[in-house]
């Protein structure tokens, strides 16, 4: 059974930083890539970033590139965002995704609040 629990969210100012981890089981983490998404209120739910299982490289949405980074541990069946210079518009709940034999997985989310 997939499983993705989130955790590291919460409450930073404008220029901060906050660093999300997902936690997976249930599949061959090494294999899959990984996503961040993101769904502020009233907003549909946007991709922030994608990792890739073996070969490939990262993608960020524009919005967030040169300021957010995606990385994985494969021993640690965990993928990371590392969140700099947060803005007020990076409020959202932020969501881990994978998908595995063609079914997509969510996980519970983490909210993440920027505000002074």
């Known amino acids: 059974q997939v499983q993705l629990v989130e955790s590291g969210g919460g409450l930073v100012q404008p220029g901060g930083s906050l660093r999300l981890s997902c936690a997976a089981s249930g599949f061959t983490f090494s294999s899959n890539a990984m996503s961040w998404y993101r769904q502020a209120p009233g907003k549909e739910r946007e991709l922030v970033a994608t990792i890739p299982g073996t070969r490939g490289s990262t993608n960020y949405a524009d919005s967030v590139k040169g300021r957010f980074t995606i990385s994985r541990d494969n021993a640690k069946n965990t993928v990371y965002l590392q969140m700099n210079s947060l803005k007020p518009e990076d409020t959202a709940v932020y969501y881990c995704?994978?998908?595995?034999w063609g079914y997509g997985y969510w996980g519970q989310g983490t909210q993440v609040t920027v505000s002074s």
């Open positions: 995704y994978t998908t595995d």
